[in-house]
C-alpha cells in the first residue's frame, strides 16, 4: 500500500491513519490535564509499551489489578489516538497517559498544569533497529524497504514524528523544572529496580522496596511477553503480524550492533552530532558505541 494511503501529514508530523485522525488530534488538544496526571513521552519504539506497565503500578502502589484485567492501550492511552476519546472516563485518578508528541504539540492545559512528565530516551541506534521490524509486522505502516533505506528515511525525518533529533531537543528545550524526568531505556534495562525507584519518587510515591520488586517482576520482558494485556496478542493478525516479527522482540540494549556496518554507523552518528551541535545538552551514550565518560561504571558496562 502507498504512503499517501497509511499516513497523514499533521503540520508536518507523518502519522498513521489506522491509529490517528483529525478528530482525535483536535480531541488531544482540547484535553484537560489534571494536576496530579502522569504522561510518559517517547519517540516511537524509546519504551511506550514499558512505561505503560510501569505507570499504573506506580502509581496505584503496586495493585495488579489494571495490568491483569484491561490492555496496555486502555489503561495508559496514548493522548493523539483515536482510542482516547472512547476510555478517557473510564480513567482512574490519577491518570497515566502516555504521547509520542513533540513539546510544541502538546495541549494548552498541560503547559498550564502541574502534570509530570517522564521522558524516555533511547539510543537512537537501537531505535531504527526496532522500528524497521517493528514496519515489517505492522500492516497499518509502510514497508521499510532495506536496513540502509529505513536509516535514511529516519535520519531524514520521513518516519512517524519525524526527526528524533527534532523530538529531544523539543522536550529538553522545554522550562518545566521539577515537572520532567529524563530516564534512560538503557538505565530501565540494566538495572529496573534503580529505576523504578527514580520513577517513584518522582511521582511523589513513597514505595517500599518490596513494593518496587513486585513492580520490577511484574514489568519485567519475560513477564510483558506472557501477559496477553501487554503482549499485543489481542490485536488481529490484519493489523500485526507476528509471524513477520514478534512485538516483544528482544528488550536488549544494543542490538545495533548486529545490524549495521561501520559506515552505517559513521553515517548515523555524523548526522545526529551535526544536529545536536550547539544544544547545551550531551547524550548519555556515544554513537559510536565507546561507554560514554559521563555515565557510571554500571552504565558505562551497556552495549550501547
Known sequence: MAAEDLYFMHHGLMLPKETHCQESLAFAQDFLFEDNDAIAVTYPKSGTVWMQEILPLVLNEGD???????????????LEEKRLQEVVDQLPSPRG?????PYQFMPPSFKTSS???????????????????????????????????????????????????NHLKSWKRAELGDRILFITYEEMVQDLPSALRRISDFLGKNLSSEVIQKIADTCSFKSMQANVMSNFSLISKDYMDPDKSPFFRKGVAGDWKKHFTAEQVARISSTIYKELEGENFTLPWTLDGAADKGLSNKMSALEI
Do not use: C
Open 64 to 78: 495488579l489489578t489494571p495490568i491483569l484485567t484491561i490492555p496496555n492501550w486502555d489503561r495508559v492511552p496514548w
Open 115 to 165: 502534570a509530570k512528565v517522564i521522558y524516555v530516551m533511547r539510543n537512537p541506534k537501537d531505535i531504527i533497529v526496532s522500528s524497521y521490524y517493528f514496519h515489517q509486522m505492522a500492516t497499518f505502516l509502510e514497508d521499510p524497504g532495506t536496513l540502509d533505506e529505513f536509516i535514511d528515511k529516519f535520519l531524514q525525518g520521513r518516519v512517524l514524528f519525524g526527526k528524533w533529533t
Open 97 to 101: 497517559l502516555v504521547t509520542h508528541f
